[in-house]
DNA sequence: TATGAATGAGGGTTCATTCAT
DNA sequence: AATGAATGAACCCTCATTCAT
């Protein structure tokens, strides 16, 4: 079956999105040269620019697509009818599927994205807050569903948990440790979860 | 009372490095320009090269300066025959202080240093690991007094702890927060230990 | 009526070089893009070099069809047997009219052909003294007549005529004005023509 | 005697304008390289951009020195009391003057600057209105003291007389001819004086 | 004939670093 | 110690031209 040119030039833009998403981990956004991405890709320099319009449009590519995605899932997440936990749990893994699956991407998630990068702009800030917003949002349901306390404001609950999952992610991205299996994963996920829910304190837990 | 010519000496270097942090703080490692560096510290570029050989040697004196305070206060601290949760208390607080006192160098440890940057190259990767080992060794402290769980490894602990710690510095940071006053600071400081002691789920405190 | 292959050729190359006008006109030579012309003329621009060599190819084009009418115009004037004002004026409403006609051919004379552009290589420079000599050929019969006064080398009235002439168009062209009507057209050659032949100073004339 | 800094550094600037403006009367704006001027000033290529912000602000430091001398001798002719056709002459002369000491600028103004290039931007237009506003307001004193006819509006003589101008310089800078000596130049001057008040037409003028 | 993907040389600009004074 | 002129490698982007289909 003949590819028609229209799937033929999403090809071609994936391949070099790929190869960009593999030198920027390599090399982070500045250091990464559309001469590399071009060489990664297997194309010459020029074609890079029928694809994307700059360097700039490129990433901004590859930063649309990280945030459009989570962004989606934070909204599947918070309007399905899950008990609380499995929301928390499904995002978690989310992130940890995504770091086996493309851990080129979450690594530029983890060392260019999720914080800094010089490219810290504002445009790029908001992305932040919003994913921010969105897990809140999440958390929020918890606390009205009383399985989360309500002594603290929603947001402080949300930086917890997020930075407990992005310190797990960091640790595995940036030692470059595999996921062996998904128990596993499992594992990793029910750690977060449970201590998220029951607190590091010994001798607090019932049974 | 004269200066020596060693004192006038750090004192230029000093501002240098002082003049650095704003510019970094703004621009990032990358865009940050000698220039720009020289302007701020009110002298001419050249002289940078008198104080540092180059703009790695003075990206590596940040560096140096954050992780060695970093690495000695968590030596005191494990070193400190305090109740545990103090402790963690004081790690907390140093972060917040210094947040404070030199909220530059607070910001580029979150968005330059603390996971990314684009320099992030071996030795700098090891900075963190250490980090992680000298905060995993006083949670170890926890658990074998018996007030931390034990269910779990060590190192999962430090990790919920300082991503709980990191996303609030995060959040911070990037949204530009000032900490009102002491008052404040300590909020912030009970809410991290609390729910990393006690977790986030409702109704299962005593009392 | 069915056209045949030739037709069509010309047709199609006749769109090129008129797109290339305009595109020349906006933009001039240099920043004229192949991408461009062949976007106004409507085509792909890999067309474009099925018609023409290479851009300097369709360029020359451009110089030949307007070097070459000119050359034949100011040879049919030569070889007249009119009055020699009426020759002078059939030159000067050449322009007129084909400012009226072909604004963006002549906007391209003024602004790209007629003195310089970065292009002026040996030849074209020969395009631009062919078209000084045969002018003053002219000129030079209003000499021999005794209409043009023989105190002065033809050459220099020539200079004098076609700047005056050259300037008008210019400043229309610059000045992106429009002629009116014929009325208005005609207004123009007779001030070029009497002004020229009687000069400017005031209390001169019979009559 | 010493240079201070201010003069070094505005001998180099001017050691890099008068390079810039022999490769661009050789290559035109377009194919001028800034490797090239560098290479024809004898300096390393960044040096350039060290007096320099930019090509543009190079080409335009040329531009405005051409416009900024010209402008003012136009104001200072207009105000001196001079006869009429001294006026007229002086500014001949300047344009003959500038060809004979600094025929690059003059080589510019004719094939780059005066009408063409395709930087005809909307300013470089200006300039050039400008340009002939200058010298119509003088031609206007000399239709007002009744020395040129008034049966014309003055813009029309300004179009004949500075168009008479521009074509002899455009011959004699496309020609690359020299002014052998004085007397040259002021027969060159004369003819266009004299072709102008007194037209071209035989027979008309007294004695 | 027609398309537009693919190539790569060319040239502008930046900026770390060196060096003469 | 201090200055800032000077250097040139690095890298982005453009676009004429070629080529497979």
């Known amino acids: 079956m003949k590819k028609n040119g229209s799937d033929l030039k999403k090809e071609k833009?994936?391949?070099?999105?790929?190869?960009?998403?593999?030198?920027?981990?390599?090399?982070?956004?500045?250091r990464a040269r559309i001469a590399d991405i071009a060489e990664e890709a297997g194309i010459s320099y020029g074609l890079v620019y029928h694809y994307y319009k700059n360097k700039d449009d490129l990433c901004n590519d590859i930063l649309n697509q990280w945030w459009g995605r989570l962004y989606e899932l934070l909204e599947t997440i918070r309007n399905r009818e899950d008990e609380f936990q499995d929301k928390l749990r499904a995002l978690i893994?989310?992130?940890?599927?995504?770091?086996?699956?493309?851990?080129?991407?979450?690594?530029?998630?983890i060392t260019q994205i999720s914080r800094s990068s010089d490219n810290l702009t504002k445009p790029r800030l908001d992305f932040f807050k919003t994913f921010l917003s969105l897990t809140e949002a999440i958390l929020n349901q918890g606390q009205k569903?009383?399985?989360?306390?309500?002594?603290?404001?929603?947001?402080?609950?949300?930086?917890?948990?997020?930075?407990?999952?992005?310190?797990?992610?960091?640790?595995?991205?940036?030692?470059?440790?595999?996921?062996?299996?998904?128990?596993?994963?499992?594992?990793?996920?029910?750690?977060?979860?449970?201590?998220?829910?029951?607190?590091?304190?010994?001798?607090?837990?019932?049974?």
């Open 13 to 30: 833009q994936s391949a070099i999105f790929e190869a960009a998403l593999k030198v920027i981990k390599e090399k982070g956004f500045h």
């Open 93 to 109: 893994l989310y992130f940890l599927d995504t770091y086996q699956q493309k851990p080129d991407l979450m690594n530029i998630f």
């Open 145 to 207: 569903k009383g399985v989360l306390r309500s002594d603290f404001e929603s947001y402080y609950l949300t930086y917890i948990f997020l930075g407990a999952l992005d310190t797990f992610l960091s640790v595995m991205v940036l030692g470059d440790q595999k996921i062996k299996n998904d128990a596993h994963k499992d594992k990793i996920a029910e750690t977060i979860l449970e201590v998220f829910l029951n607190g590091a304190k010994a001798g607090k837990r019932e049974a």
